[in-house]
């Protein structure tokens, strides 16, 4: 229609961004760029430029496959990178502050904290070690879950073993973590489940220290009593087990067989439905058969704890050496019958119904 005029078109930036698009405000209806905080745009700038500078300070330029291959050597690469790319990097360096220039390549000193690790070592010592210790046996038993005399006895085993827990010193002369406080953390751990920032508390070592400690100490009593300890009886164990049983009372006892559920404290919420028993929290059954010296041989530990001792017995692996034949016979005659197996003692008993 000629009457109309269409109305002129929007005035758009020649980049289209919409960020920088003129807008109409009232007033005298002149358009208006939106305003941007220069210092914004030069901070903006200014990390562009920083991130580049790292870029080439770290990684590099990028090489591509078809240049690499033409060199014959690591070093041939390396000066190559650096004369095409010294002028880029020397103009990157120029225009960037110098204030972050200096921050980039600042020399980052590394965290030292000071423990005092022999005074740590002295009070373990005054505590319950030396001759007038301060803590009664007692409490050494409850707190270390065994004897005095059977934790300095595994305690120089381990160091005949490994030299890992004897006492050395470090690069500047000091002294380091003695073979007593190296154990403790071990046994703390394994024992109550302690967390690192606790063993740093207490006994003074830091936390790749403690995970090491823990790591090397299992290892070096695997490698200590693995032998010993965790594996079928031969003819001379039964022998002596029959023995120590026969001076009891028990005639063809091998050992003594029992439960313990151990408590799954991080237990999922799903399976508390098939981990709780008796004691209404989730827990893991252990079977375990010691002699009266708690020579332990057997373990079994996976059942959840809802099962009794009759179901973990029916899955416990104590018998496979029985049927299979790899356990020496037993030969004992108890109220005039001959018997040719052995037994276990246990402190209750199932009669099925």
């Known amino acids: 229609m000629a009457g109309i005029k269409p109305?002129?078109?929007?005035?758009?930036?020649e980049s289209g961004n919409p960020s920088t698009t003129l807008r109409r405000f009232s007033?005298?209806?002149?358009?208006?760029?939106?305003?941007?905080?220069?210092?914004?745009?030069?901070?903006?700038?200014?990390a562009e430029k920083a991130e580049?500078?790292?870029?080439?300070?770290?990684?590099?330029?990028?090489?591509?496959?078809?240049?690499?291959s033409s060199f014959s050597s690591l070093d041939n690469v390396i000066d190559s990178m650096i004369q095409r790319n010294q002028d880029a990097f020397r103009e990157i360096l120029n225009s960037v502050n110098p204030d972050i220039v200096e921050q980039v390549f600042?020399?980052?000193?590394?965290?030292?904290?000071h423990r005092d690790r022999e005074g740590n070592h002295r009070q373990l010592m005054k505590e319950y070690f030396e001759e007038n210790y301060i803590y009664l046996p007692e409490y050494f038993r409850r707190r270390f879950k065994m004897q005095r005399e059977l934790f300095l006895r595994i305690l120089n085993d381990v160091k005949a073993y490994d030299d890992y827990f004897i006492q050395?010193?470090?690069?500047?002369?000091?002294?380091?973590?003695?073979?007593?406080?190296?154990?403790?953390?071990?046994?703390?751990?394994?024992?109550?489940?302690?967390?690192?920032?606790?063993?740093d508390e207490y006994i003074k070592i830091d936390e790749n220290t403690a995970i090491e400690t823990l790591m090397t100490f299992c290892k070096v009593v695997i490698g200590v009593y693995g032998e010993e300890y965790m594996r079928p009886p031969n003819e001379a164990d039964i022998a002596r087990l029959?023995?120590?049983?026969?001076?009891?009372?028990?005639?063809?006892?091998?050992?003594?067989?029992?439960?313990?559920?151990?408590?799954?404290?991080?237990?999922?919420?799903?399976w508390h439905g098939t981990h709780k028993g008796r004691s209404h929290t989730p827990t893991l059954?252990?079977?375990?058969?010691?002699?009266?010296?708690?020579?332990?041989?057997?373990?079994?530990?996976?059942?959840?704890?809802?099962?009794?001792?009759?179901?973990?017995?029916?899955h416990s692996p104590v018998f496979d050496s029985i049927i299979t034949g790899q356990i020496p016979l037993v030969n004992f005659v108890m109220n005039d019958y001959y018997h040719t197996m052995g037994y276990y003692l246990v402190d209750g008993t199932y009669i099925p119904e």
């Not at 007033?27 to 200014?46: F, I, L």
């Not at 080439?56 to 496959?65: A, E, F, H, R």
């Open 7 to 13: 109305s002129p078109a929007r005035p758009r930036s």
């Open 285 to 314: 059954i252990l079977e375990a058969v010691a002699s009266k010296d708690l020579w332990i041989w057997h373990t079994f530990f996976r059942m959840p704890g809802s099962h009794n001792d009759i179901n973990v017995l029916y």
């Open 52 to 68: 580049k500078l790292m870029h080439l300070v770290c990684w590099g330029p990028k090489l591509y496959s078809s240049s690499s």
């Open 242 to 270: 029959l023995q120590e049983g026969e001076e009891r009372g028990f005639l063809g006892m091998l050992g003594s067989i029992d439960c313990m559920h151990w408590e799954w404290k991080n237990c999922p919420v799903t």
């Open 168 to 199: 050395k010193r470090d690069a500047i002369g000091r002294l380091g973590l003695s073979s007593i406080q190296k154990m403790t953390t071990a046994i703390r751990i394994l024992v109550y489940g302690y967390v690192v920032d606790h063993c």
């Open 106 to 113: 600042k020399p980052r000193k590394r965290r030292y904290i």
């Open 27 to 46: 007033g005298n209806g002149e358009p208006v760029k939106k305003a941007v905080s220069q210092d914004e745009k030069r901070r903006t700038r200014e």
